[in-house]
């Protein structure tokens, strides 16, 4: 992959009538969180909605050799956690519900 990239995929679940705010709230992303988001390798990040399951499904790209693994960690990730719980499935730490996908096809 071009620039020693790797696709990352996951689904997410939304509560039903919350469509709107989920799209309206990453519409107004807080700087700081994608500044982290960016430090941390992360790029050509796209979430879609399956508007008939309210399924969430993320894909994006991070940097060869880099991880995700501190995000969790972090105050930002934490604050939008807890800013996003209220309209999606959780866990008991208030991050999202996340399944990772595994890749059977791509074209480049």
């Not at 939304?14 to 709107?20: N, T, V």
């Not at 399956?50 to 995000?71: A, H, N, S, V, Y």
């Amino acid at each position: 992959m071009p620039g020693n990239m790797q696709r990352i995929a996951f689904k997410m679940k939304l509560f039903k009538g919350y469509e709107a705010e989920y799209k309206k709230r990453h519409g107004a992303l807080w700087p700081e969180l994608q500044q982290l988001l960016k430090q941390t390798g992360i790029s050509d990040y796209s979430i879609f909605l399956d508007e008939g399951t309210c399924d969430l499904f993320g894909i994006l790209k991070i940097e060869q050799g880099r991880t995700m693994e501190d995000l969790p960690a972090h105050p930002v990730m934490q604050k939008w956690w807890a800013y996003m719980c209220d309209i999606m499935e959780t866990n008991t730490d208030q991050s999202p519900v996340s399944v990772p996908l595994q890749e059977v096809f791509y074209l480049e």
